[in-house]
């Protein structure tokens, strides 16, 4: 496949990684999707490319939780102690009658954090500043965002993709590329060039109306609330890291706009608050909830992915953290076929397993936002999504104890040792864009029957006559059993493979075969 050097179409504004090189895949959309699937690709040494149709990456704290889920993929790609410095924790919630405090009450059930599971609660940080870190983070791996770059057609046929782009300075270009991923919203223009169909539940009619504000007269130690006596509420979140208040209320039937002014008017008539009291208004939103899924993610050679594939109420915070997750499923799918001669039709599994998560997923938020429950439990937290029954999952132990770890499913993290002693984890084993070939106890592998090599798959011999990790604490056995036996864990961390001690090596061979291609490249990721 011959594709054209993406520099010398583009010009300077290109990062230095493609400079002389075709380019892999086109990602458009700059949002959480776009930049952490960017990510994903840039430590894989994949030429990829983010476009964005804005001049910036776009402003306000929208969506402003990050589930446990999302903080490990953030672990394992190299973000989340940035993430951790800017963020916080959500505060109880406060609601307000008469001009006081009458109740207050956690809304997010708090959770302790475990062995298996160190990220136990949400984290708040606002989109804008999320942004912000996963662009530093792509660009720290020799990534970039070309701004102000809107995709105004495209066309594929079995080798590339074809798209023409328009620059900031209004110019016209054409580029090619291996593969194009949507990651541009609800509204996205490349679902509706396609003419994907979208369907779902009709959620309850109503404007809703998003701001980031400066307000006097209220703590910052609290999720302040006020209901009307229709239901209708109105809330200000103090932003972490910030001196903000995020804004979330029905917008007035008489008043649809979005203006300072407006947000002033709703504010005073909505809660004890004056005008006077309502300072800057740093950003605003309008918008009507709506929940829907695409009928398909991937077509031929161009998948959408986040809000482009799946739009969500934002009751239950579930939205952001999907198209992550989204993003973390076929990024490492891109690599191999791209990288280690994996067959196009690994690509299939990326359908095959989102679709019914986002299928779920939409299923919760809806109910949430219809019931408007105000409790927020650790089912949000996305800890027990799996892939249990996808075609890139084998089960071959028997007898397994009810409630035990499956084939499928997360694999949970476990602190332990190295063999000299020295604290390490199981997260910062899997960390990485290798898969990690776990024999727990005796169990003899020989890696030189194995169809991948070190860059690829990192062997890790927990226990045994010669083992890489030892388990002091039995964390690892409580996570993953007292073996002997055998995990193939996904770059994504999920299991693909459990299996007996016997015949380990033919079983993980196996396992792998699909993902490698015989004598393909495998350099090391970052």
Known sequence: MELNNVKDVLGAAIPDALDGAPLEVLIVGAGPTGLALGIDLARRGIRALVIERQDRLSPGARGTGLQPRTQEVFHDLGVLDAVFASGGRYPDTALWEDGRITSVFAMLEHVDPTPAVPYSNGLMIPQWRNQELLRARLEELGGGVLLGTELTSFEQDADEVTARLTLADGSVRTVRAGYLVAS????????????????????????????????????????????????????????????????????????????????????????????????????????????????????????????????????????????????????????????????????????????????????????????????RGRDLHQLDIGYRDSPLTHELRTDIPEGALRAGDRAPDAPCTTADGTATRLFDVFQGPHFTLLALGEVTLDPAALPAGPALLRIVHAGGPAPDLLDPDGHLRDAYGNGPGLFLVRPDGYIALAAPAEDATAHAAAALAPYVGAGAPQPAGR
């Open 184 to 375: 541009d919203g609800g509204r996205s223009t490349v679902r509706r060039a396609l003419g994907v169909g979208m369907s779902g539940p009709s959620l309850p009619t109503g404007l809703a109306l998003l701001a980031d504000v400066s307000v006097d007269g209220l703590d910052r130690d609290h999720w302040h609330r006020w209901t009307q006596p229709s239901g209708a509420f109105t809330a200000l979140l103090p932003l972490a890291g910030t001196d903000h208040f995020q804004l979330m209320t029905m917008a007035a039937d008489d008043q649809p706009e979005a203006s300072a002014d407006a947000v002033r008017d709703r504010i005073a008539a909505r809660t004890h608050l004056g005008r006077d009291q309502v300072g800057e208004v740093h950003w605003t939103s309008l918008f009507r909830p709506k929940a829907g899924m695409a009928d398909r993610f991937r077509f031929g050679r161009i998948f959408l992915a986040g809000d482009a594939a799946h739009i969500h109420s934002p009751a239950g915070g579930q939205g952001l953290n999907t198209s992550v997750q989204d993003a973390y499923n076929l990024g490492w799918k891109l690599g191999q076929v791209l990288r280690h001669d994996a067959p196009d039709t690994l690509l299939d599994s990326y359908e095959t397993e989102r679709r019914p998560i986002a299928a779920g997923i939409l299923e919760t938020s809806t109910r949430l936002h219809v019931t408007r429950s105000m409790r």
